[in-house]
Nanobody
């Protein structure tokens, strides 16, 4: 069965950069959109960025536009999230997901979704 494995989380100082990676093992079974979500303590899960893997078209949440970049490496079935100019407000558990549907990260647009285990990002 397909699994998503995240890597790259950790601690960084404000203003710094960090890159998260998510690799899909096994067939994604038409889950052509992959993205990153995050959840901070006491807050709802937020869609950060997503990419439609057929075209490479990206989507970014308003809070990360201009600071985060999502990209894909089709050969490795890996999606990367490059995060720069990090602030303490970016502290959260970041989850990778794959789904069938649009890249707007809305629950109503996601079908057959699968999730990674999450990776912690701490910005101080």
């Amino acid at each position: 069965d397909v699994q998503l494995v995240e890597s790259g989380g950790g601690s960084v100082q404000a203003g710094g950069s960090l890159t998260l990676s998510c690799t899909a093992s096994g067939s994604t079974h038409s889950r052509h959109t992959m993205g990153w979500f995050r959840q901070a303590p006491g807050k709802e899960r937020e869609g950060v960025a997503a990419i439609y893997t057929f075209s490479g078209s990206p989507y970014y949440g308003d809070s990360v536009k201009g600071r985060f970049t999502i990209s894909q490496d089709n050969a490795d079935r890996t999606v990367h999230l490059q995060m720069s100019r990090l602030t303490p407000e970016d502290t959260a558990v970041y989850y990778c997901a794959a789904w069938r549907g649009s890249y707007y990260c809305k629950p109503e647009d996601r079908f057959l979704e699968i999730w990674g285990q999450g990776t912690m990002v701490i910005v101080s």
